[in-house]
């Protein structure tokens, strides 16, 4: 592709003779594209965006319809794109890594040419194309804001005033409202209906998801979106605020702000929660509403988990915390993954993985808050089981992350829920499955306080929980016990957390 690239522009002539500005040459660009790579194509696609930002002179009418056909070439392509990010999270960094560097940029690329296309329209009169180009620079934002929610973060300083700029420049021309096509694949959007909807994934605490989550979120809060009220004024239902002329991002509106200016929005869920009520019930009888993309197939239990996130971020009375902080600053012990945990509460002495070092800033009754110095690629994130134990103590307990998030000097904040502070690794034998593939012991750690006091909470390898399929073990008298499965109540990168319920044999 570069070296057509290189015959193209000797063809076109000079440096100001870009080979897309020629509609055959954007043709035969688009025909080219290897569709069947999804990532190959993106990565192509990324060259031919940077060659454009490096030309000046392509009239802003061919920028936005070259910058519009690229956008729409790959739409089709995501799903596969986020899959292939989605399952190799946890196995191939480097690969996850280039990819999100690849979608990150194409994002970066094409809300900076939308951008200076609006700023080269500002003078014109077609406000059909003013209002294509603001929403689709809005849209174009608003993706790269979810790739970096991916990662936890950092969100750029300036993303908030970007987005609030565009949108008070749509305002001021009554532009904010005008629906128009986005791609060939999505339906017709606003400048407003694409802020709000980012304003929604900010308040919506994607910090507490995984990434596959955050993108079932993202797509319920596009299902959602037509029941959420923005405006200048605030109601008594008004949850969150948010000035388009400032960086900030948007913020609870616990009180109003202390300075009241007219660039200020306010913002309620208003009917999302019900439609998320009516939704879970639909989905309980088999039915897909019309208007609801989920862009991929997810397991229900997944599926519900994400719905009942919004729903409690999305109601009229955001969740509170359940739990007073109080500030502390404490080092600790940390170790990470199901195997080193293991090793910890096991009786066989077995040898744990070197300690990480971690400082805790706050502590309440249902677990704490660090900060990490320094993190490592994609070794932390939320669903990460982890031991810690308190500096001078000599008790560990379980925690599993709940909330992450990056900070631009690459400290990560996280949020950590004590799961039990006695634990014990044992031996199982999956009965079923045992009897029909001969298979062998696995390892699980036993959680000896918390939940359901008939129950037992066990932590097991990831792919090893069967609700079919029943656990036996031998108890401190030498007899086989044999454990019911209940259900499973969450899952991370390399285990499982199911509740079991014992049953003679």
């Known amino acids: 592709m570069i070296k057509g690239f290189k015959k193209l522009k000797a063809v076109f002539g000079g440096h100001s003779d870009h080979p897309l500005a020629d509609a055959e040459g954007l043709r035969q660009a688009l025909a080219d594209l290897p569709l069947s790579a999804p990532l190959k194509t993106l990565q192509e696609v990324i060259v031919w965006l940077e060659s454009l930002a490096a030309t000046e002179d392509v009239p802003v009418d061919r920028r936005f319809d070259i910058v519009r056909q690229f956008e729409a070439v790959m739409q089709p392509l995501w799903r596969h794109l986020l899959a292939l990010y989605f399952q190799n999270l946890s196995l191939h960094r480097a690969e996850v890594e280039t990819l999100w560097t690849s979608a990150h940029r194409f994002w970066s690329l094409a809300a900076d040419a939308y951008e200076l296309c609006g700023q080269q329209l500002a003078r014109q009169t077609d406000r059909e194309m003013q209002a294509g180009v603001a929403t689709h620079a809005l849209g174009a934002l608003r993706m790269q ?158 599926l519900q988990g994400v719905i009942r996130h919004l729903m409690g971020h999305l109601a009229a009375v955001p969740p509170q915390r359940r739990h007073i902080r109080h500030a502390v600053a404490n080092q600790m012990n940390v170790r990470l993954g199901l195997g080193p945990v293991s090793a910890i509460f096991s009786s066989a002495g077995l040898s744990p993985a070197p300690a990480e070092r971690w400082l805790v800033e706050n502590v309440s009754q249902g677990g704490f808050g660090a900060r990490l110095q320094r993190v490592d690629g994609n070794t932390i994130s939320v669903g990460t089981l982890l031991a810690v134990q308190p500096e001078g103590g000599a008790n560990w307990l379980v925690g599993v992350v709940r909330r992450c998030q990056r900070r631009p000097n690459g400290e990560v904040d996280v949020g950590i829920e004590t799961l039990a502070r006695r634990a014990e690794t044992m031996h199982f034998v999956p009965m079923a499955r045992a009897a029909g593939r001969n298979m062998g012991m696995v390892q699980g750690l036993v959680l000896r306080e918390g939940g359901d006091p008939a129950e037992w909470r066990v932590v097991l390898p990831h792919a090893t929980y069967d609700p079919r399929d029943a656990l036996a073990y031998v108890d401190a008298d030498g007899r086989l016990q044999r454990l019911a499965p209940v259900g499973l109540i969450g899952r991370g990168s390399d285990y499982e957390l199911a509740a079991y319920r014992p049953q003679g044999l």
């Open 145 to 302: 804001f979810k790739w970096r929610c991916f990662c936890y973060g950092p969100i750029p300083g300036d993303t908030w005033s970007r987005m609030g700029r565009i949108l008070l420049a749509a305002e001021s021309l009554g532009l904010d409202v005008l629906q128009v096509d986005q791609t060939t694949a999505r339906d017709k959007r606003s400048v407003r209906a694409e802020y709000v909807m980012a304003v929604a994934s900010q308040v919506a605490a994607m910090d507490c998801l995984h990434p596959v989550e955050m993108e079932i979120a993202e797509r319920l809060i596009t299902y959602c979106q037509p029941a959420f009220v923005f405006g200048p004024d605030a109601e008594r239902e008004s949850v969150y605020w948010v000035d388009p002329a400032t960086d900030l991002p948007p913020q609870r509106l616990a009180r109003l702000p202390a300075t009241l200016c007219e660039t200020q929005r306010f913002f309620r869920p208003a009917g999302a929660s019900e439609m998320l009520l009516t939704l879970t019930q639909q989905l309980g009888q088999g039915v897909l509403p019309d208007g609801l993309n989920l862009g991929g197939e997810y397991a229900p239990r997944v």
